[in-house]
């Protein structure tokens, strides 16, 4: 490992990118760097750079100082640096620079008032408060983790202090933001899986042009969004949770299934089949497709009106992972504008000329006082990979919109089957209701994909307002329906049996 250097001086210009305290590297395992320690006879307290000259090490430096406070704090260049609850030093300010790692561990009583991120990862297993919102700046693709349970507390949340990178709120987890404001700026992905503050609401959020809001990989409650006044998603802003639904089949000898839910939609279950050569697509509102022979996809599950699962994943071959299904969205807002998108679709097969399936798309279930918008809502079924012989795409997912007054255009909301090298699947639902009329509309529209299968009827509603069937979109009823209203199939629709 590296070793130490210590400098003490009542003026320099010696530039500190000439100070080397790396750790070894060569044929062997690298090690980790160390510390250097600058100090101004005239300053009352010294300063600590951590760097590790861009050698990459899975390691970290233990924090080692008798001194209770400092300056600032500088990791850089790949530097690591874990405190623990025995640390409990006082930084000034905190820069996490270069692909360098600090991780505050659970207990640990270091404190700071600034933390600059620039390209690097800090990750807090403790609560950390920035009332001047601005004293917390992510820069240049960094990433700031919050985990075990932690709250970040902020003045504000915007692109004054929030510039580019991510910011993770884990389950469990809580971001606390005074101003009760969110404006998700361009290079900025918020992952939420935790709170907004204690209530789990906002009272406005702002995604800009190249901003994301998601969640994280198969999290089954989804991205749970309650904002009191208006959440608005401007043009190339983004609520994507694609591909973040359920797993595709892992890589195996024999072929990997896709997970899914089993018939109550309380447990997860092996879905979409495999074999090392043959993948099925996987199903939610539409049915993913099979391959000629050897596998066959899970069946579809949940309600149109209740958009409450995630997306199921697609058969997975000898060497590649099936797609993922898309991930969950709730939206309840009092106004709702989306000129970007809010996109739940499945993932795709991968893998080359090896065959995988599709994942199915996942949920998207937005209540609104207004909707309005010229923007996208998509719940797309995944590609398949390879040949149309050897595999299947998924099937589109469902969107539920229950409004008071709405602009968005119908047209403007997708859930098509997967299509692509494989065989295509069937739509998914839509299902769109005015909160003053005792019922909803159906729509089935497969945007006019070739498709032989038809998309089951699954509702726990035996009456509806309309029923529309277009595009390719093929229903197959088996049960009663009440339609209270008209009954459009056209443009390749069909009503009826397989």
Request: aromatic residues 6%; glycine residues 18%.
């Given at each position: 490992?590296?070793?130490?250097?210590?400098?003490?001086?009542?003026?320099?210009?010696?530039?500190?990118?000439?100070?080397?305290?790396?750790?070894?590297?060569?044929?062997?395992?690298?090690?980790?760097?160390?510390?250097?320690?600058?100090?101004?006879?005239?300053?009352?307290?010294?300063?600590?750079?951590?760097?590790?000259?861009?050698?990459?090490?899975?390691?970290?430096?233990?924090?080692?100082?008798?001194?209770?406070?400092?300056?600032?704090?500088?990791?850089?260049?790949?530097?690591?640096?874990?405190?623990?609850?025995?640390?409990?030093?006082?930084?000034?300010?905190?820069?996490?620079?270069?692909?360098?790692?600090?991780?505050?561990?659970?207990?640990?009583?270091?404190?700071?008032?600034?933390?600059?991120?620039?390209?690097?990862?800090?990750?807090?297993?403790?609560?950390?408060?920035?009332?001047?919102?601005?004293?917390?700046?992510?820069?240049?693709?960094?990433?700031?983790?919050?985990?075990?349970?932690?709250?970040?507390?902020?003045?504000?949340?915007?692109t004054t202090n929030i510039h580019a990178g991510t910011i993770d709120v884990q389950q469990g987890s809580r971001l606390d933001i005074t101003s009760n404001e969110a404006i998700i700026g361009g290079g900025v992905t918020l992952v939420k899986d935790g709170s907004f503050g204690e209530n789990d609401s906002l009272?406005?959020?702002?995604?800009?042009?190249?901003?994301?809001?998601?969640?994280?990989?198969?999290?089954?409650?989804?991205?749970?969004?309650?904002?009191?006044?208006?959440?608005?998603?401007?043009?190339?802003?983004?609520?994507?949770?694609?591909?973040?639904?359920?797993?595709?089949?892992?890589?195996?000898?024999?072929?990997?299934?896709?997970?899914?839910?089993?018939?109550?939609g309380d447990s997860i279950v092996a879905g979409a089949g495999a074999t090392s050569r043959q993948c099925a697509g996987a199903s939610y509102g539409g049915l993913g497709a099979n391959p000629a022979s050897g596998a066959v996809t899970n069946p579809a599950y949940g309600f149109l009106e209740e958009p409450r699962f995630l997306g199921s994943g697609g058969g997975g071959n000898e060497y590649f992972w099936g797609g993922h299904g898309g991930g969950r969205v709730t939206i309840n807002t009092a106004t709702c504008?989306?000129?970007?998108?809010?996109?739940?679709?499945?993932?795709?097969?991968?893998?080359?000329?090896?065959?995988?399936?599709?994942?199915?798309?996942?949920?998207?279930?937005?209540?609104?006082?207004?909707?309005?918008?010229?923007?996208?809502?998509?719940?797309?079924?995944?590609?398949?990979?390879?040949?149309?012989?050897?595999?299947?795409?998924?099937?589109?997912?469902?969107?539920?919109?229950?409004?008071?007054?709405?602009?968005?255009?119908?047209?403007?909301?997708?859930?098509?089957?997967?299509?692509?090298?494989?065989?295509?699947?069937?739509?998914?639902?839509?299902?769109?209701?005015?909160?003053?009329?005792?019922?909803?509309?159906?729509?089935?529209?497969?945007?006019?994909?070739?498709?032989?299968?038809?998309?089951?009827?699954?509702?726990?509603?035996?009456?509806?307002?309309?029923?529309?069937?277009?595009?390719?979109?093929?229903?197959?009823?088996?049960?009663?329906?009440?339609?209270?209203?008209?009954?459009?199939?056209?443009?390749?629709?069909?009503?009826?049996?397989?």
């Open positions: 490992g590296g070793g130490r250097v210590a400098i003490f001086y009542d003026t320099t210009n010696l530039p500190v990118a000439n100070i080397s305290v790396r750790g070894g590297s060569g044929s062997g395992a690298s090690a980790s760097g160390c510390t250097i320690y600058l100090k101004e006879s005239a300053e009352t307290y010294g300063s600590i750079v951590l760097t590790n000259g861009n050698v990459v090490c899975p390691l970290y430096t233990p924090w080692k100082s008798a001194l209770p406070i400092f300056q600032k704090l500088t990791l850089m260049n790949r530097a690591q640096l874990q405190t623990i609850s025995t640390d409990n030093a006082v930084f000034g300010e905190v820069s996490v620079e270069s692909n360098s790692i600090l991780l505050l561990d659970t207990s640990t009583a270091v404190q700071t008032t600034v933390v600059h991120i620039t390209g690097a990862t800090l990750t807090t297993n403790v609560d950390r408060a920035f009332p001047a919102g601005t004293d917390l700046q992510l820069n240049g693709g960094g990433t700031f983790n919050m985990r075990n349970n932690s709250t970040l507390s902020v003045g504000v949340f915007d009272t406005s959020l702002v995604i800009l042009n190249g901003g994301i809001i998601t969640h994280s990989l198969r999290r089954l409650t989804g991205l749970q969004l309650h904002v009191i006044d208006t959440l608005e998603v401007k043009s190339g802003g983004a609520i994507d949770v694609s591909g973040r639904g359920l797993l595709g089949g892992q890589p195996s000898g024999i072929g990997g299934r896709g997970e899914t839910y089993n018939a109550a504008i989306v000129d970007g998108v809010v996109r739940a679709n499945g993932g795709g097969g991968s893998g080359g000329f090896d065959p995988s399936g599709g994942g199915s798309g996942g949920s998207i279930w937005i209540t609104a006082g207004r909707m309005f918008g010229t923007g996208a809502i998509e719940a797309i079924g995944g590609g398949a990979n390879a040949w149309t012989y050897y595999s299947g795409s998924g099937g589109g997912g469902r969107v539920a919109i229950f409004y008071d007054t709405t602009n968005l255009p119908v047209a403007n909301i997708s859930v098509r089957g997967g299509s692509g090298s494989g065989a295509s699947a069937s739509g998914g639902t839509i299902y769109l209701k005015d909160n003053a009329q005792s019922l909803g509309s159906v729509i089935i529209d497969n945007a006019n994909i070739n498709c032989e299968l038809y998309t089951p009827w699954r509702s726990g509603l035996s009456f509806i307002q309309s029923l529309t069937v277009i595009k390719a979109g093929k229903l197959e009823i088996g049960t009663e329906i009440n339609v209270e209203g008209p009954i459009l199939v056209t443009s390749g629709g069909k009503i009826g049996r397989p």
